[in-house]
């Protein structure tokens, strides 16, 4: 049976999980601060927890974004003729789509900060979606080649902007 896994870029999770440990010491080491620091001059104090609080804001917020992207970016993908396994490696669980299960698989991009990147989205029957962002995989301009290769698509052209993503080609399962 042929097969094909991409070979995923473990270094971003890793690097997600020690910034995650940033900002959860800045948001300790902020709330110590407050908590500690001797309160004088209001204009002062004023000035020193609007910044305290802007710190604890932010690296909350970007905390918040690195579990996230942990939790739905860690994906093992395995392409096969029969399906496509999917192993969400922080949560320990495991998908099975036959190619009966998948509605389409979009090629988009996605908006990070200032900078574009390549995805890839399998949409399912059932309604859920896999985004596989290009960042998280070494050999991901080979994604849709093996995806043609396997039987699951054939390009068919420009699409309507579904969920925020810009379209580029859709692949069609007929």
Same mark, same amino acid.
């Given at each position: &049976?042929? !097969?094909?896994? /991409?070979?995923?870029? =473990?270094? *971003?999770? $890793? ?50 974004? &690195?579990? !996230?992207?942990? /939790?739905?970016?860690? =994906?093992? *993908?395995? $392409? ?63 994604? $849709? ?30």
């Amino acid at each position: &049976m042929k !097969k094909y896994t /991409l070979k995923l870029n =473990l270094l *971003i999770p $890793i690097l997600r999980i020690a910034f995650l440990g940033v900002s959860i010491g800045m948001i300790i080491l902020m709330i110590f601060l407050i908590r500690d620091k001797e309160w004088g001059n209001f204009s002062e104090d004023a000035v020193f927890v609007f910044y305290t609080i802007f710190v604890i804001w932010a690296f909350s917020l970007g905390g918040y974004q &690195m579990v !996230k992207g942990v /939790l739905t970016e860690t =994906l093992w *993908i395995k $392409i096969t003729e029969e399906h496509i396994e999917i192993r969400n490696l922080t949560k320990f669980r495991k998908h099975i789509l036959t190619k009966s299960d998948i509605s389409s698989i979009f090629r988009s991009n996605k908006q990070f900060g200032r900078g574009t990147w390549k995805t890839v989205v399998i949409y399912t029957r059932e309604g859920k979606s896999y985004e596989l962002v290009q960042f998280n995989y070494f050999d991901f301009k080979k994604i $849709i080649e093996a995806f043609i290769h396997f039987g699951y698509r054939k390009p068919i052209g420009k699409t309507l902007e579904p969920n925020g993503l810009e379209i580029q080609d859709e692949f069609n399962l007929e």
